[in-house]
C-alpha cells in the first residue's frame, strides 16, 4: 500500500469514527448541564416490562429528550442503542410516573433545624418523589404575603433536588385583604392553605368561614384551590382539669382531646362554603381540598354525600393513618404525634376502603418533622410534643406494602401518588407516561424488601420518625427529573437542578 492510499484509508476510518461518535458525544454534551444528572445524555431510553401508562402497564420503552417523553413504544424487548441515544433496560423493575407530594413542610427560609429544600428535596428523590408542593408554615416568614413568598423562591434557588411549588399562606390579616391575595396568587402560590384551628405556629393563625368565603371568590377567578386544615376545637372537659404528666404520657389522653368531633364540625362548614362558591354565574367554582383526613366515620360519610351532590371538594389521606393505629402507640413515644391524631384500627380499615373505593382522592405525606427536641422524646409529654410526622422518602413503600395487603393495584397507587395530586397542584406537564410530558419518572423494584433502620439511608434532615423497624417492600432504584436522573441507588446528582414552580 503506498503512502497517499495509507492516508486515505486513516482519513476515511477517521470519518466513519466521527460519524458514529459524533452523535454519541453531541447527544452527551447538548443542553446538558453538568452536574444536574447522573446520566450524561439528553436523548436516552429506558426500557422495562412493566411500564406504568395511562393505557396500562405493559412492556414498554420510553424515550426522552431534552427533559420531555417523546414518545412510548409499546415492545417486548429492549431497542438497540441507536444513532447515540443511549439505552438502559430496567429489565422487569417498573417505571412509572414520579410521585408528586402536595403536602410537604420543607420549614426553609427560617426553621431550616427542622428540614430544609436539600435535605428535604435529596429525601423526595430517594423516595421516587419528582415534585414537591410546600406548605406556607413553619417557615420563618410564614407565606402570607408576595415578599414572604419571593422570599421563599429565592432561599429555594439552586438548592432543589427535585421540582418544587408553593401553597400561599390565608390567615385572618391577608384574609379580606383582596389586593395582597391576589400579589401572592400572582406571584406563583398554587393555591391557599388554611387551618380551622390553632396551627402551632403563632403568626399562622386560624381561619373561620367568612375567611375562607371571601378567599374562594379569589381563588376561584384564578381557578386554584383552598387547601384546609379540617378540624375545629370543640369544648371538653379537659379543659376544666388539670392533666398530670402521667396522663399527658398516655396516647389515649391525646386521642380524647382531640375526637373526631373536630374533623366534623369543621368539614360540616367546608360543605356548606362550599356550596356557595359558584361566584359570578361561573360553573367552575373554587376548589376545596381537606388535607389528611384521618376520621373516617361522620366526616368521611359528610365527604362522600357532598360529592356525590355535586360539591367541588376532594380530600386527602396521609399514609401513617393508613398504617398505624392508636391501639400500637407506646406512652410516650411522641414520634407518633400528629393531628388529626391516629385513630383506631376499625377508623383505619375504614379509610383503606374508602381508598380504593375511590372517596378519598390522594395521598400526601404531610411531612412536618421538627427538631428532635421538640418531640419531647425523653418526657414522653403528647399534649405539648411538636405535632407531625417525620416520613417523606417512605411514602412509596409504605403505602405499597400496606396496600397490597389491602388488594390497592399498582395503577390506583400511581393515581392516588401522581395522577390526582399533579391535577390538584395545576401541573398537566405532570404526573403521567404520556408523550409530550416531563420526564418524571420513578422507577423502582416492588418485590425487593427493605428494612428502615441502620442499614437504611435516611436524607431527612433528622432520622426519627416512627416508622423505624418497619419491613417493608419496594425499593427505588433511579429518579428521574425533567429528564436528569437526580437519583440512583443511593446517589444523588452533584448538582441541585430541581426548579420552583410558579402558577402563571
Ligand atoms: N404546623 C404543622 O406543620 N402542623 C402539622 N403537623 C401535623 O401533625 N398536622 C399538621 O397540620
Ligand atoms: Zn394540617
Ligand atoms: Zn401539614
Redesign the pocket.
Not at 404525634?337 to 388529626?340: E, L, Q, S
Given at each position: 500500500m503506498n503512502s497517499s492510499l495509507l492516508l486515505g484509508v486513516a482519513i476515511a476510518i477517521a470519518i466513519g469514527c466521527a460519524s458514529i461518535l459524533l452523535p454519541y458525544f453531541s447527544d452527551r454534551n447538548q443542553g446538558l448541564n453538568e452536574g444536574c444528572s447522573l446520566l450524561p445524555h439528553r436523548h436516552f431510553w429506558l426500557y422495562s416490562k412493566r411500564v406504568l401508562t395511562p393505557g396500562g402497564i405493559m412492556p414498554a420503552a420510553v424515550e426522552i429528550n431534552g427533559g420531555h417523553i417523546v414518545s412510548i413504544v409499546h415492545q417486548n424487548k429492549a431497542p438497540k442503542q441507536t444513532k447515540g441515544a443511549h439505552v438502559i433496560d430496567y429489565g422487569n423493575a417498573v417505571i412509572m410516573p414520579g410521585l408528586v407530594d402536595v403536602h410537604v413542610?420543607l420549614n426553609e427560609p427560617g426553621r431550616v433545624e427542622w428540614e430544609g429544600f436539600v435535605t428535604g428535596t435529596k429525601a423526595a428523590a430517594a423516595g421516587g418523589f419528582t415534585t414537591l408542593i410546600d406548605?406556607p408554615?413553619?417557615s420563618v416568614p410564614t407565606t402570607t404575603s408576595k415578599e414572604a413568598f419571593d422570599m421563599k423562591v429565592d432561599a429555594a434557588k439552586g438548592r432543589l433536588f427535585v421540582d418544587v411549588g408553593f401553597w400561599g399562606g390565608l390567615v385572618p390579616e391577608n384574609a379580606f385583604n383582596n389586593t395582597a391575595i391576589d400579589e401572592l396568587l400572582q406571584a406563583g402560590a398554587l393555591g391557599l392553605k388554611s387551618?380551622m384551628c390553632p396551627?402551632?405556629?403563632n403568626d399562622?393563625g386560624q381561619t373561620n368561614a367568612s375567611h375562607i368565603k371571601e378567599a374562594l371568590r379569589i381563588l376561584a377567578k384564578y381557578q386554584r384551590p383552598l387547601l384546609v386544615?379540617a378540624e375545629i376545637p370543640q369544648p371538653s372537659e379537659d379543659e376544666k382539669t388539670k392533666i398530670d404528666i402521667s396522663e399527658r404520657r398516655m396516647y389515649s389522653t391525646y386521642l380524647r382531646t382531640r375526637p373526631p368531633s373536630w374533623e366534623e364540625e369543621a368539614i360540616k362548614i367546608l360543605i356548606a362554603v362550599s356550596k356557595d362558591t359558584h361566584f359570578d354565574g361561573s360553573k367552575d367554582g373554587a376548589h376545596i381540598h381537606i388535607?389528611?383526613l384521618s376520621d373516617s366515620s361522620v366526616s368521611l360519610d359528610l365527604i362522600k354525600e357532598a360529592k356525590e351532590s355535586g360539591a367541588r371538594l376532594s380530600v386527602e389521606t396521609c399514609p401513617h393513618y393508613l398504617v398505624f393505629s392508636a391501639e400500637e402507640i407506646s406512652d410516650g413515644d411522641t414520634r407518633f404525634?400528629?393531628?388529626?391524631p391516629i385513630r383506631d384500627v376499625l377508623n383505619r380499615e375504614r379509610l383503606w376502603k374508602a381508598l380504593k373505593d375511590g372517596h378519598i382522592d390522594m395521598l400526601s405525606s404531610?411531612h412536618?418533622p421538627s427538631s428532635p427536641e421538640l418531640k419531647l422524646l425523653e418526657a414522653g409529654d403528647f399534649l405539648r410534643a411538636w405535632?407531625?410526622?417525620s416520613s417523606l422518602q417512605f411514602g412509596l413503600p409504605v403505602t405499597w406494602s400496606y396496600g397490597q395487603q389491602h388488594g390497592l393495584q399498582l395503577d390506583q397507587l400511581s393515581e392516588l401518588w401522581s395522577q390526582r395530586p399533579a391535577k390538584l397542584a395545576g401541573q398537566h406537564k405532570k404526573g403521567n407516561i404520556v408523550t409530550g410530558n416531563d420526564a418524571d419518572i420513578v422507577v423502582w423494584d416492588p418485590e425487593n424488601d427493605i428494612q428502615i433502620g441502620e442499614n437504611y439511608t435516611i436524607y431527612h434532615k433528622h432520622p426519627i420518625t416512627p416508622y423505624t423497624g418497619k419491613h417493608l417492600f419496594g425499593s427505588v432504584i433511579a429518579t428521574f427529573v425533567r429528564g436528569n436522573m437526580v437519583y440512583e441507588n443511593g446517589s444523588h446528582a452533584s448538582t441541585a437542578c430541581g426548579v420552583p414552580i410558579l402558577a402563571v
Open positions: 413542610h406548605m408554615l413553619n387551618f396551627s402551632g405556629i399562622f386544615h388535607v389528611h404525634k400528629c393531628a388529626p404531610d412536618s405535632g407531625g410526622i
